[in-house]
């Protein structure tokens, strides 16, 4: 024998020795919590963007639990509760993969979570439970498991002081359309108004709401509930919220629909934007000459009640005129008769191209 193999020999037992000893502490493993402390089970907590958040950004809260053993069953996870904080789990399924640890190949779970803070402030989110049930060596077992704790900040940027409500997300769209011409419409006629807001990284709960439609006499609003949407690509969320608003004309005259802005706070390029719907102006039947109805009073005037403002003023400045320049001469009489019928005659000018009501002399447009 020569002298290195004692050498070998004792490495050899001792190799033995730790083998056993890696086994027995298997063997003896029959808890969850027990394959945690021999390191054979593990969970791991991370959050991202993890600074520069501001309400309402979507940040996520991923959940890694690794073995070197394998799950033998589903997992469930428990949510803390938070005030300030809203915590969703919107996939119902881990993202599976194995990778190779130390020589061992290890089966690992990935957990995502999505969490929106509602202010500014200092959060903590606890730790989450997660119930598993994990192979062993003397069979299956299940328990619970505890992430670890975190902390971070959310910080609301001088461009949003002041402001009640914004989107913060990478994409924001507001859309309006029409399902007909509002054009040539009449008293009676119906339209309906559909309003899109879509959003990327948020709910559908968070999305705003189109303004409450006033109470516009001679146009009547009844709006419906509004359809809320979510889908999930690829981990994206993606949420619209689509408003329909039907409109009866009860009357003839013109209308407005009001402007309406919402505020964008791009995550992206970490800036406030505005995004608005345009005002819309409705003009119904031959009373469209009226003044605007549901918005700031606009004064509206056909060609012919321009010439006749126009006439009527001419006619006054010949009629100051001729007072000037021949009352002294004629007498007071004959002057005041021409003043009263020059009055008469602007007032037939002045007079409206159609009558009040549709129908003169009833009480239908009482």
Known sequence: MS??????LRQLALGALLWLAACSQAAAATTVAELQA?????IA??????????????MTLTLTIATDRWFS????LSLPE????????????ASNASELRGGSNWVIQRWTLDVYPQRAGSFEIPPVGARVRVNSADGDVDGVLSSPALQFDVTLPPALEGLQ??????????????????EELRAGDAFTRVVTFEASDVMAMMLPSL?????TPGLAAYPAPPTLQNSNNRGQTLASRTERINYVVEAEGRYLLEAQDYYWWDTTRRELRLLSLPAVEIAVGDGAARPVTGGAARLQLSARQWLALGGGALALALLLWLAWRYLPRLPLAW???????????????????????????SNAGE
């Open 3 to 8: 002298r290195s193999e004692p050498g070998i």
């Open 38 to 42: 021999a390191g054979r089970l593990q």
């Open 45 to 58: 907590a991370s959050l991202t963007p993890r600074s520069n958040t501001v309400p309402g950004q979507k």
């Open 73 to 76: 069953g589903g997992t469930r």
């Open 82 to 93: 938070v005030p300030g904080l809203v915590i969703l789990q919107t996939e119902q399924f």
């Open 165 to 182: 409500q914004w989107v913060a997300a990478p994409t924001f769209s507001v859309d309006q359309q029409f399902d007909r011409s509002l």
């Open 211 to 215: 303004a409450a439609a006033d109470d």
């Open 335 to 361: 002057a005041a008769a021409r003043c009263a019928a020059l009055w008469q005659l602007l007032c037939r000018l002045r007079r409206p191209a159609l009558p009040a009501t549709l129908n003169p002399g």
